[in-house]
């Protein structure tokens, strides 16, 4: 054994991201590195936010982002979650993280966006007199400096910072302001100046960043946010190269297809930062989860926060997703001390392909990279010939042994091209447990008020509701009664319901780019008084872009048009205005006052502005729950009186757009890959498990177009499909090496196939050794196939959570000597307590 391979030992053996818990450490940083305790430290980090997810489940999320491969977990501080009262407990996140030996990276901001409402601030920030959000404005500075004093002073109190014995090592200050810093001119310089001293001067005694914010002073480290920050330069010799948030993926908005990115762009961007120096590179995100009740920023993004995820909405790994960035950190870390220590060395071996080798006494490490989007190349590096695939990246942690490509994904796989299959339960509500309520056009109470103009809405409901109603009436004579009539509404968004003498009239609404809309509908008038009631609804009070949180919301302007005229204008006159629905008042969501409830077998279907209610028992099992809103139109549903979110599966996303299968190779956006074109953005609801009780759960809808509640199923997943090939000429992944060994030549590789926790491995559905043919879901033997595989990998495996095969013909025989051979596995988990 040399001394490469004595010290690669060592650090497999010895390497690990826990920390002794309690134990205070010291967090700098120099060029190349954070340093932690004297030691510059190569990190992998992954965004997950305390509110999108349960308390309950924290655990299990964050050891499985440790199990990934992470170190550090990264979160927003949601200022709307915690002033004026607290609702979330950050705190017990934290220690959570602490427990599962990471560390944390806080980012407190106080602005998060985040597809969040209002990018996190408190919807009362924006009523205090002359305040402007995000600038040198004394009422703003004043806020935002308690509130970072409250959170630090919150972790200090818990002794939760590193120097005091706590896993947080890094904190935030702001979040991409650089990228709307011009539109505050020289007030927007000297905020960044004061936002930097504010955060410096209380003391947490760990490096403070900014992201995306090229004028960050020192000593504010300023990072890279995007989908590849391997060009990025930090504004300082003096600080290290870091990445706060690499996309994963890109949200879910209403009325969108559902955006993923391959997992070979993103194992290639990840490698492509760590080749040119990077050292702390974070996942945004790794788990996403969910939007539930009203939390979802504007506009129009839906409930799901899956992300494309390597842990889905629900908690479940995401394959090959989640294993083939597992095995690129693997790798990566291999190189750590290398890569922490040395500059790189660039060589060109052509237009698109090049290396960056790090070499010292401490060993040598390489990075070979194809930057071509569609051909392949060999190379050859140290006198040795290498193949790179189009738009990949080779790693040699001995600048001679290629342990691993991002372009050749060997993790496990599930059935679905993109996600995770599995098989569910679906659970109807019976017909007879359904109760309604109709809610009342219009004005329903004695708090409405009158007022000249179209108010606007945000200013005039406070984000106590979505809703906000615009009631008036018109008097026409016989002439015009007889006449085509149009109604004309302008509105800056995001959805309006038009009631004609309290008929449902008409439906308009934006979408994510731009919420604003006209709706211009033909309208039937009687000869005398009729009524026109405007319901504008809000889908998420907008967290984006410059001067945000002054920008509008409801109906600017609403005209009678004749065939050729504006016959009158209404925007001037007096209208009625009504916050909120009545059923929001008398909060029926908490289903207490069972006596409006009228209940029956004939029960409305498809109608506007309906209130339903079932109860029904939680179906067996631990695993997450969903409730499926195909059937219905548009609206918010709760249980328990606990907010699940919006819906929205009536808005379709556009028929066209969708690649199949998307091409990893070239540069990524949030448009490139795109998959449910011509269907509903999201159908399934995420219904925690924690909000439940064994029996009688109570599920309210509120309905605002019409839907058929009856249809409506609670999914529940029971089992998953799962794959695994592998060849004799594949690079066994790092956590596969014989640590004994450590021979690149004598270690065979494997197929390992692994279930979710609680599940196990209940049957072998295909096993091949020699050319199987196909892929996963669709194997077959091809004309070389060994014998009795199949029996030996299911005694083997079943009964087992996780298993693993050599693919070795001296362990599987050798049907066909002169051919190279693989092994390709497919399994079915199942839930042990379903």
């Known amino acids: 054994m040399d001394l490469f391979y004595f010290f690669l030992f060592v650090l497999l053996v010895f390497s690990g991201h826990n920390y002794e818990k309690g134990s205070a450490?010291?967090?700098?940083?120099?060029?190349?590195?954070?340093?932690?305790?004297?030691?510059?430290?190569?990190?992998?980090?992954?965004?997950?936010?305390?509110?999108?997810?349960?308390?309950?489940?924290?655990?299990?999320?964050?050891?499985?982002?440790?199990?990934?491969?992470?170190d550090v977990i990264e979160t927003y501080v949601f200022w709307n979650y915690h002033e004026p009262e607290r609702r979330f407990d950050l705190v017990k996140f934290v220690k959570t993280v602490q427990d599962a030996g990471l560390y944390v990276h806080l980012?407190?901001?106080?602005?998060?966006?985040?597809?969040?409402?209002?990018?996190?601030?408190?919807?009362?920030?924006?009523?205090?007199?002359?305040?402007?959000?995000?600038?040198?404005?004394?009422?703003?500075?004043?806020?935002?400096?308690?509130?970072?004093?409250?959170?630090?002073?919150?972790?200090?109190?818990?002794?939760?910072?590193?120097?005091?014995?706590?896993?947080?090592?890094?904190?935030?200050?702001?979040?991409?302001?650089?990228?709307?810093?011009?539109?505050?001119?020289?007030?927007?310089?000297?905020?960044?100046?004061?936002?930097?001293?504010?955060?410096?001067?209380?003391?947490?005694?760990?490096?403070?960043?900014?992201?995306?914010?090229?004028?960050?002073?020192?000593?504010?480290?300023?990072?890279?946010?995007?989908?590849?920050?391997?060009?990025?330069?930090?504004?300082?010799?003096?600080?290290?190269?870091?990445?706060?948030?690499?996309?994963?993926?890109?949200?879910?908005?209403?009325?969108?297809?559902?955006?993923?990115?391959?997992?070979?762009?993103?194992?290639?961007?990840?490698?492509?930062?760590?080749?040119?120096?990077?050292?702390?590179?974070?996942?945004?995100?790794?788990?996403?989860?969910?939007?539930?009740g009203r939390t979802a920023g504007g506009p129009l993004i839906a409930?799901?926060?899956?992300?494309?995820?390597?842990?889905?909405?629900?908690?479940?790994?995401?394959?090959?997703?989640?294993?083939?960035?597992?095995?690129?950190?693997?790798?990566?870390?291999?190189?750590?001390?290398?890569?922490?220590?040395?500059?790189?060395?660039?060589?060109?071996?052509?237009?698109?392909?090049?290396?960056?080798?790090?070499?010292?006494?401490?060993?040598?490490?390489?990075?070979?990279?194809?930057?071509?989007?569609?051909?392949?190349?060999?190379?050859?590096?140290?006198?040795?010939?290498?193949?790179?695939?189009?738009?990949?990246?080779?790693?040699?942690?001995?600048?001679?042994?290629?342990?691993?490509?991002?372009?050749?994904?060997?993790?496990?796989q599930s059935i679905s091209a993109h996600g995770t299959s599995t098989f569910v339960k679906e659970y109807s509500l019976a017909l007879s447990s359904w109760s309604w309520h109709k809610e009342q056009v219009g004005i329903w109470g004695r708090n409405s008020f009158t007022k000249p103009g179209l108010l606007e809405q945000i200013n005039t409901t406070r984000d106590v509701s979505d809703f906000l109603w615009y009631t008036t009436s018109v008097n026409v004579d016989e002439k015009l009664s007889?006449?085509?009539?149009?109604?004309?509404?302008?509105?800056?968004?995001?959805?309006?319901?038009?009631?004609?003498?309290?008929?449902?009239?008409?439906?308009?609404?934006?979408?994510?780019?731009?919420?604003?809309?006209?709706?211009?509908?033909?309208?039937?008038?009687?000869q005398g008084n009729n009524t026109l009631d405007l319901l504008s609804m809000m889908i998420g009070l907008q967290n984006y872009g410059p001067w945000f949180d002054i920008a509008g919301a409801g109906i600017f302007s609403v005209m009678l048009v004749g065939s050729a005229n504006i016959l009158k204008d209404f925007s001037s006159i007096e209208w009625t205005y009504q916050i909120g629905m009545e059923g929001e008042y008398l909060e029926l969501y908490k289903s207490e006052n069972n006596s409006l409830w009228v209940t029956g077998n004939d029960i409305p279907n498809n109608q506007s502005l309906m209130w339903y209610k079932a109860t029904f028992d939680a179906p067996e099992g631990n695993s997450p729950l969903a409730l499926n809103l195909a059937s219905m139109g548009k609206g918010q549903v709760w249980v328990n009186g606990l907010g699940i979110g919006r819906y929205w599966p009536a808005y379709l996303a556009p028929a066209a757009g969708c690649a199949d299968p998307c091409d990893y190779r070239g540069t990524y956006d949030a448009q490139k890959c795109l998959k449910n074109c011509g269907q509903p953005s999201q159908t399934l609801y995420h219904v925690p498990r924690s909000w439940l009780n064994p029996t009688g759960n109570v599920l309210v809808l509120l309905e605002e177009l019409g839907g058929d509640p009856t249809k409506i199923t609670i999914v529940t997943r029971t089992g998953q499909q799962i794959c695994s090939h592998a060849s004799e000429s594949d690079i066994p992944p790092v956590d596969f090496w014989d640590k004994n060994k450590l021979d690149f030549e004598a270690v065979s590789p494997e197929v390992r196939i692994s279930c979710e926790r609680g599940w196990q491995i209940s049957s072998v559905d295909f096993a091949s050794f020699g050319t199987p043919q196909g892929k996963c879901g669709l194997y077959s033997h091809g004309s070389c196939s060994a014998k009795d595989v199949l029996s030996l990998v299911r005694k083997t495996c079943v009964g087992h959570e996780s298993c693993s095969i050599p693919v070795s013909a001296s362990v599987l025989g050798d049907p066909c000597p002169s051919v190279v051979k693989s092994l390709a596995i497919q399994a079915t988990c199942t839930d042990l307590y379903t």
């Open 25 to 70: 450490i010291t967090v700098t940083y120099d060029d190349r590195a954070l340093v932690i305790d004297g030691q510059r430290r190569l990190l992998f980090s992954g965004s997950i936010h305390y509110p999108r997810t349960t308390p309950e489940v924290w655990p299990e999320i964050i050891q499985k982002s440790k199990d990934g491969g992470l």
């Open 107 to 292: 980012r407190i901001g106080p602005y998060v966006c985040a597809e969040w409402n209002y990018g996190g601030f408190p919807i009362w920030l924006h009523f205090i007199d002359g305040i402007q959000f995000r600038t040198t404005n004394a009422a703003f500075k004043s806020e935002m400096e308690i509130f970072l004093a409250k959170i630090v002073n919150l972790m200090q109190d818990e002794k939760l910072f590193a120097s005091e014995g706590g896993p947080i090592i890094l904190a935030q200050v702001e979040n991409e302001y650089g990228n709307v810093e011009w539109a505050y001119g020289i007030g927007g310089k000297l905020y960044v100046e004061w936002a930097a001293s504010t955060a410096v001067s209380l003391n947490t005694t760990v490096p403070w960043v900014m992201c995306q914010q090229e004028d960050a002073p020192d000593p504010i480290i300023n990072t890279c946010n995007g989908f590849y920050c391997d060009e990025f330069t930090p504004n300082s010799r003096s600080k290290p190269k870091m990445w706060t948030e690499n996309y994963s993926g890109w949200f879910q908005a209403f009325g969108s297809p559902t955006p993923f990115r391959p997992v070979e762009d993103l194992a290639f961007a990840v490698a492509r930062f760590f080749e040119t120096g990077g050292t702390f590179q974070n996942y945004y995100m790794y788990f996403g989860g969910t939007n539930f």
């Open 303 to 412: 409930s799901s926060y899956d992300y494309d995820a390597p842990l889905d909405e629900y908690g479940y790994l995401r394959q090959p997703k989640w294993g083939h960035l597992r095995n690129l950190h693997n790798a990566i870390k291999q190189c750590e001390k290398i890569l922490v220590t040395e500059d790189p060395t660039y060589i060109s071996f052509g237009a698109k392909t090049e290396a960056h080798y790090y070499n010292g006494s401490d060993g040598c490490a390489a990075f070979l990279a194809n930057i071509d989007d569609s051909s392949d190349a060999n190379v050859t590096f140290n006198e040795r010939s290498y193949f790179l695939p189009a738009w990949s990246v080779s790693i040699l942690p001995d600048c001679k042994n290629v342990i691993f490509n991002t372009a050749k994904v060997s993790a496990q």
């Open 482 to 526: 007889s006449e085509d009539l149009y109604l004309d509404v302008e509105s800056l968004g995001h959805a309006l319901l038009l009631f004609v003498n309290k008929k449902p009239a008409a439906f308009g609404y934006g979408n994510h780019e731009d919420a604003s809309f006209t709706l211009k509908t033909p309208i039937v008038l009687n």
